[in-house]
């Protein structure tokens, strides 16, 4: 493995030829989120081959217009491992549209049952390499960073490209690769959808749809999204997400007792938002969510989905969450997936409407 610290317009002319002639590069970020809404971009690397090029973001900023072009071309396959990230950060940082991507967590859920297997164990299952992980929390924010630094941002990306024939291998052999080329799309899509702030709550975790009120869940979610933002602080800190839970199930006669959650006691939760909170709390208190039937629908159509996914070989949670389930059984017709899902989600409606007339 080569390592080239991009320095000059000779380490960017080398790039781009060996871009050019490859089509085929590796990709991933290196930054920092402990203490801010927004993550703080430190490195990007990019991988061709045997030769991986750092790019340190903080110290050249304003040169890095070369990668956007390189980024944004639709005739390089871009190579990444739990994508998500990489994507926002890059398409913020960069002000860039990435496409043409290959997922390497989400290639293996169609092949393996695990949907969010970590780049290091999927190295180790495919490679039999043994990647050491001990520079991740480092501190990539300061200068210079130390050779190990390098070195170990350098590994993030050097495997992907052997991950990526073994796993479009194993895609077209089983007939899943326009299946996986359809969520790929999908995961490029939905990152518009996923930082509305009307949309956050659903990264919530609810175990207990019955007891919450969730048109109240939702806006103080919004809420908690529009204020982090604006003072570009972790969301936790304003509002953790039991927080948000508690407030959407119980019931509170006033503002006294309101209080008494004690919500200050987070880091970055102030007086006047307990105020806030509450008026929110006071709009919407008259609204509930009831309906015992979905859920025992979706506990049997977890049941289904479970056995699809053995008979399929792809990961459970790549078909559907519960929270997908619960939509399309509120109403089958109007939230019925298209593509590969189609079949599937029919075949639960089926059977699951077996069971109850059973």
């Known amino acids: 493995m080569k390592i080239i610290d991009i320095k000059n317009n000779s380490d960017i002319d080398l790039l781009n030829k060996l871009v050019d002639k490859k089509k085929l590069l590796a990709v991933d970020t290196e930054f920092i989120r402990e203490n801010t809404y927004y993550p703080i971009l430190s490195l990007i690397q990019i991988a061709v081959d045997d030769t991986v090029f750092i790019f340190d973001y903080i110290k050249n900023k304003t040169k890095q217009s070369f990668l956007s072009k390189i980024l944004e071309s639709k005739y390089n396959i871009k190579i990444f491992h739990d994508c998500e990230q990489d994507l926002e950060i890059l398409n913020k940082n960069l002000n860039i549209h990435i496409e043409n991507i290959f997922d390497t967590q989400l290639g293996n859920a169609f092949v393996d049952f695990d949907h969010h297997i970590s780049y290091k164990n999927l190295v180790k299952k495919i490679l039999n390499i043994d990647i050491d992980k001990n520079q991740q929390n480092s501190d990539w924010l300061h200068r210079p960073l130390s050779k190990q630094q390098l070195r170990y941002a350098a590994g993030d990306v050097i495997y992907l490209e052997n ?10 052999i089983q007939n899943k690769f326009e299946w996986f080329k359809e969520d790929m799309e999908k995961v490029i899509r939905d990152l518009s959808y996923k930082t ?19 048109e109240l869940l939702k806006i103080i979610a919004k809420n908690r999204e529009i204020i982090s933002r604006s003072r570009n602080i972790p969301k936790s800190w304003f509002l953790k997400d039991r927080d948000i839970i508690k407030i959407s199930t119980e019931q509170y006669e006033n503002y006294n007792i309101f209080k008494k959650l ?21 709009n919407y208190k008259n609204g509930t969510y009831k309906n015992k039937d979905k859920k025992i629908n979706v506990k049997h159509a ?17 078909i559907a969450n519960k929270k997908d389930l619960e939509k399309f059984l509120s109403n089958p017709k109007k939230n019925l997936p298209l593509g590969w899902r189609k079949q599937i989600f029919e075949t639960i409606k089926k059977e699951a409407n077996d069971y109850f007339l059973s």
Do not use: A, G
């Open 163 to 172: 991950i990526y024939i073994k796993l479009k291998d194993d895609l077209i």
């Open 262 to 282: 004690n919500l200050t006691s987070n880091k970055f939760f102030e007086e006047n938002d307990n105020k806030d909170i509450y008026d929110i709390y006071e």
């Open 196 to 214: 509305l702030p009307e949309n956050s709550w659903e990264k919530i975790k609810i175990n207990d749809r019955n007891k919450i009120n969730i």
């Open 302 to 318: 977890q049941k289904i989905l479970s056995k699809i996914s053995m008979n399929t070989k792809i990961s459970e949670t790549l």
